[in-house]
């Protein structure tokens, strides 16, 4: 197996565990701030320890490293607190359609700070995904799922800002599977406790089995799924890490329509369509015209005798 194929199979796997995390925040059945807190403050212990041995076998973080995770840590508190409330607004499946608008923002974001112009597929599947969001806000619909859908597309909105912020500091990092995260996950747990009181608030002391599920939730998507996630961001093009997080929506879907009994509207489903085959045709680059020489290699040499 090429090293190319066996990153973009450990992104696809931390994109799996990863879209559970909607389903085990609303099976906790926790407020937001609390989901989000616990999320992070149950994963720290692991994650200094993955990072220790990490340090062991790579050496000390460097410091770009560390001052990044730590910016990471600052988005990231953001990005949990937007989207445990969009999960309470809309539910699981379309809370994380909605925060996964960071394709489009992550390559937007490098056009103004790195001088990478969208492709034209981009320029145009961004009016048609914005559409799929209006569908599934529920302005034209009176069966739309969700308690407020349109509260659920702004704090969507909001996540997938802070998501892909997140995800361009990271790429910015080392090549560290677990280092930068760690400070990252120590950075939100502290200002999600500061935070929470203007985000509704967090229980310092869910009951069980609340307990349990934020527990799975910090082990398997927050520690597994980001760290298999952070291992392959600086390994290939962001861009490519942001498609391939499209199966986290998709596999969100599915499971909150089966474990959870979410049952979006005809146009929120529509909107979740639109969204993602929006993304997948913006994201898709286009293939370069072959160069004359190219094209003589293309053709077939026949044999003379």
């Known amino acids: 197996m090429s090293a190319h194929r066996r990153i973009v199979l450990i992104a696809i796997a931390g994109a799996l565990i990863i879209s559970t995390s909607a389903p085990l925040v609303r099976l906790s059945g926790v407020s937001p701030a609390t989901s989000a807190l616990f999320r992070c403050a149950y994963a720290v212990p692991p994650m200094l320890v993955l990072a220790w041995l990490e340090r062991r076998r790579l050496g000390p973080l460097p410091v770009k490293g560390m001052v990044l995770g730590w910016l990471a840590g600052v988005v990231f ?8 409330h969009a999960i309470d607004y809309v539910g699981a499946g379309l809370a994380t359609v909605l925060g996964n608008l960071q394709v ?3 390559a937007f974001a490098a056009w103004a ?3 990478e112009r969208p492709s034209s597929r981009l320029m ?3 009016p048609v995904v914005f559409a799929g969001v209006v569908l599934i806000s ?4 009176s069966a739309a799922y969700g308690r407020d859908p349109v509260m659920g597309v702004l704090a969507g ?3 997938s800002i802070a ?3 997140f995800l361009l500091l990271l790429k910015a990092g080392p090549q560290r599977a677990v280092g930068p995260l760690a400070h990252a996950t120590v950075v939100a747990t502290v200002l999600i406790a500061l935070l929470s009181p203007m985000f509704g608030g967090a229980d310092p002391a869910p009951s069980w089995p609340a307990h349990g599920w934020l527990l799975l939730l910090a082990l398997g998507p927050q520690v597994l799924g980001w760290s298999l996630i952070t291992y392959s961001l600086p390994r290939q093009p962001a861009a490519l890490t942001a498609l ?5 929506p998709m596999t969100t879907v599915a499971l909150s329509t089966l474990l959870l009994d979410e049952r979006p509207s005809l146009p929120q489903l529509a909107g979740c369509a639109v969204i993602v085959l929006g993304v997948l045709y913006g994201s898709r680059r286009a293939q370069p015209a072959l160069t004359v020489d190219e094209q003589d290699e293309q053709v077939p040499k026949t044999s003379t005798v």
């Open 124 to 126: 145009v599947a961004t």
């Open 244 to 248: 391939l997080l499209l199966v986290q």
């Open 163 to 165: 998501y892909a912020a």
């Open 104 to 106: 489009f923002i992550v």
């Open 157 to 159: 909105v909001a996540t």
């Open 113 to 115: 700070l790195f001088s």
């Open 138 to 141: 529920g302005v034209f619909d």
């Open 77 to 84: 508190a953001f990005d949990l607190l937007f989207w445990h």
